[in-house]
Structures are given as structure tokens and as C-alpha cells.
């Protein structure tokens, strides 16, 4: 199945943002060089987005350098190993070898699902390593506690996405659509139920990128449907089925699919022209959140009718209503490294606001003051304070990550039957119970 398509990247954006809040300090004292001569940190790489996640991280380590006598060797498991690298390096972890930092957990291990790695006891403890608790002011803690099991910080969350939908609030008005309702997932379901069964729903909902609903399973994913510590998957949950019969009036409605290449992001003027003209409702910028979306919202707002005003929204979990964050720039510690101390120092640096204000910039940083530096760049000195707002009100709210991606993919394959008339939903949500019981339980 083609899912990597569904992963739009945000337009890519070079330069430095203006420190809007981060002192953009040099690390303190205590955070200085290090005593302790010939370290050499083994660093884990993916080749999994070369044109940008690669390059941005050798430049933050040769930065690192420059501030501490520590080596960093990366290493490419992609390349060392081929086919199954995943797989490999988990079994080299689990046999007590492996590299001292694993980069991008998710990322890397997207055939291996990264909750049962982390109950494998492979990964340390970061938590009093880096000393994260109570610092609700200073990072999105739901974020950071995504990465948690039983209570150790084993995956430390740096960069993160959002998939978000953008209208203008005179389109929603003439559209009879409440958009302060889908603060709540419930209320989301049900202003979109409302709207399919109305007489002004618009072909098609969401212009081009509407395939982003047939993933509301997202919002079900963790922790209502599968339960790891107790390796048991319960669909039977009320909003388990209210999703897929969602999504089912939604194919019944217009024809779509997650295969082909129909993901053109609109902007500027051709998106407002969309917008306007009644051929959508949302416009969406697919998986983002960092630079490509303001610049994106950026672009489109001179563009909207005199007086209007862009409306902002994202896709919520329907077990605390907060947004869906996506895993995009992720670490964690080899338990038996043999420098755990310079592991914990350089993911340590990563979180400082030297880096989290001004690297990754297409995403958004797990740091709370790096989300307003992002705002406040020159990039977007022209921003109107009430956009600027919109996506305060957007990020001030994300909440659990989302690690693995297999997961909507497979159920979508599993309910094809389902919303094609093929199979009853009994049938088709029995299969998919089944496939996962064995999945959790191997």
C-alpha cells in the first residue's frame, strides 16, 4: 500500500529564525565541555528523507562538536544492512550491542512497532538523566510523555508534525459549518456527520487532499484500541465504530481513495479561488506544522475577500480531544551504551533552545518557546496577529504522538470491504481485531 504518499512535506525553508522568546544562548556551564577525553558516540541514521533530515542533523552535530570534546560517529543501518535494517538493529539492541543514540525510533523502525521495543527494555531511562519533570512551562509534556512506558522517558520526542484543515470564517458561515465544535474530537465527528447529511455539502469536502479522512483512525489509534501492557486490542468502543461508518458516508459521498498522486497542496490565490468559489470547504497542508504551514497560511491570507478571516483547525484523539502530534525527529539511548552520560548530554543540548527555536523549522518543536519563535520570524513579520493566534490556538493544544503509521494503513485495507458494500462492518472490524490480537500478543 502506498501510505508514504499520505506523508506530505511541508515546503522546505532555509534560514534561521529570529530568537522571538529563545535566548539562543550558548549551552551554560553545566552544560559545557566536557572533561572526559575520546568519547565517540555512535549515532544511528535512516536515509529515510536525505534532502533534508540527514544534512540538518550533521550540521547540529558538527555544532556539537565545536562545544564539546565528544566524537560522533553516524551510521547508516539502512546501508549497512539492506533489507530488514530494522529488524537487525532491534536484534542487535536486544543482544546488548547496537549504537549508543537510536535517531528517529518511529521513523527508523516503521516496519517494527516501536511500543513493543520500547517494553523490551532496550532503551535507558532518560528521565533523571535530563531532568524533564515539572517542566510543563518550558515543553509540550503530552508530547513528551508519548514517549514514556511505565514511567521512564525512554523516547525522547524533539520535532513533531500536525495535520491541519484551514477555511476562512466566511465560507463556514455560508456553509452553516461551526468550526468551534470540532475543538473536541466528538464534536469534529459530529459537525462533519452533520455536514455530509445537509443539502450544501460541496464536491468535494476537502479539495484534493480529502483522503486525509479515511485516517481518523488516527484519532482512535492509542490508547482506546490496542493496550499494550496488557497485550489485548479492544474495537468494541462506541467511537471505534462511529469513526468507520463516518468514513463509510464519506466514500458512499465521494469517490476517493489513498492510492494516486492527487495530493497538489493548494495556496495563494488558487487555494482562496477554491475556497471561494464553493468547490471546498477546507483546504489542507497535509502533515506539517512548522515553516511549510506559515508559510503556506501566509500566503493564502492577502488572497481571501475583504474582511474575511482564515480559520484554523487539526485532527484531535478522541480519548482527550487534544491534536494529534506525528513523530518526525525522535531519540533514544542504548541501554547498554557504554557512554550513556554523553548520549544524555548531546539529546540534552537537542532540547536546549539554541536548537529547538531555530532546527527542523518544517516541524514543530517540542520546546514551547520554539513554536513562538517560528511565529515571530522575520519570515512572517506581515503576519496579521489573528493568524498568528490561530496557530497559537493549534499548537498550545497538541497533545499524544502518534508512532506508528502502519496502523491506519492497515485498517484501511482491512475496511475497504466495508465502505465498497463488499463485507458488513461485523465482519470486516472482526478480521481487523483478529489481525491485531496476534499482533500485540507475538
Known amino acids: 500500500m502506498k501510505f508514504s504518499k499520505l506523508r506530505i512535506l511541508s515546503i522546505l525553508m532555509i534560514g534561521i529564525i529570529a530568537l522571538g522568546g529563545c535566548s539562543g544562548s550558548a549551552p551554560s556551564d553545566a552544560e559545557g565541555k566536557r572533561d572526559t577525553e575520546n568519547v565517540t558516540l555512535t549515532v544511528s541514521i ?5 534532502s533534508y533530515y540527514i544534512p540538518e542533523l550533521q550540521s547540529i552535530i558538527h555544532e556539537y562538536r565545536e562545544e564539546k ?3 560522533i560517529e553516524l551510521v547508516d543501518y539502512s546501508e549497512k544492512y ?3 535494517a530494522a529488524q537487525k538493529l532491534s536484534a542487535e539492541l536486544m543482544s546488548g550491542r547496537g549504537p549508543d543514540v537510536i535517531v528517529n525510533p518511529g521513523m527508523f523502525f516503521h516496519s517494527v512497532d516501536i511500543h513493543k521495543i520500547m517494553s523490551s527494555g532496550v532503551f535507558e531511562d532518560l528521565g533523571p538523566l535530563l531532568d524533564l519533570e515539572g517542566k510543563e512551562d518550558r515543553y509540550f509534556t503530552k508530547v513528551l510523555d508519548s514517549g514514556k512506558h511505565e514511567d521512564k522517558q525512554l523516547i525522547v520526542p524533539l520535532f513533531f508534525s500536525i495535520k491541519s484543515f484551514v477555511s476562512t470564517r466566511n465560507v463556514l458561515e455560508k456553509n452553516h459549518f461551526d468550526v468551534n465544535r470540532c475543538g473536541t474530537y466528538d464534536g469534529f465527528l459530529s459537525e462533519f456527520n452533520n455536514y455530509l447529511d445537509s443539502d450544501v455539502a460541496t464536491p468535494p469536502l476537502i479539495y484534493e487532499q480529502r483522503c486525509l479522512f479515511l485516517f481518523l483512525s488516527d484519532s482512535i489509534y492509542d490508547p482506546s ?5 496488557n497485550r489485548s486490542v479492544d474495537f468494541s468502543l462506541p467511537e471505534v465504530r462511529e469513526t468507520y461508518e463516518f468514513i463509510k458516508k464519506f466514500m ?4 476517493l481513495s489513498p492510492y494516486g498522486d492527487n495530493y497538489y497542496i493548494p495556496g495563494g490565490n488558487d487555494g482562496a479561488a477554491l475556497l471561494q468559489s464553493g468547490k471546498a470547504l477546507f483546504l489542507t497542508q497535509g502533515e506539517g506544522g512548522g515553516w511549510g504551514t506559515l508559510y503556506w497560511l501566509n500566503e493564502l491570507n492577502p488572497w481571501i475577500e ?3 478571516q482564515l480559520v484554523m483547525t487539526a485532527l484531535r484523539r478522541s480519548s482527550d480531544d487534544s491534536v494529534i502530534t506525528y513523530e518526525q525527529v525522535s531519540m533514544a539511548a542504548n541501554r547498554n551504551s557504554r557512554s550513556l552520560e554523553a548520549a544524555a548530554e548531546f539529546i540534552n543540548y537537542l532540547l536546549s533552545d539554541i536548537v529547538q527555536c531555530s532546527r527542523f523549522d518544517v516541524y514543530m518543536p517540542v520546546y514551547k518557546q520554539g513554536v513562538e519563535a517560528r511565529i515571530r520570524s522575520e519570515w512572517w513579520k506581515d503576519m496579521p496577529e489573528y493568524l498568528r493566534n490561530a496557530y497559537r490556538s493549534v499548537a498550545n493544544d497538541v497533545g499524544g504522538m502518534q508512532f506508528n503509521w502502519r496502523f491506519p494503513a492497515d485498517m484501511y485495507e482491512m475496511m475497504e470491504p466495508y465502505y465498497l458494500g463488499k463485507e458488513s462492518y461485523d465482519s470486516c472490524i472482526s478480521k481487523a481485531e483478529n489481525r491485531f490480537s496476534i499482533f500485540v500478543d507475538e
Open 306 to 308: 475583504e474582511g474575511d
Open 252 to 255: 458512499d459521498r465521494y469517490s
Open 46 to 50: 535512516s536515509l529515510w528523507n536525505p
Open 225 to 229: 484500541v490496542i493496550d499494550y501492557n
Open 69 to 71: 570534546n565528544v566524537d
Open 82 to 84: 539492506g533489507e530488514g
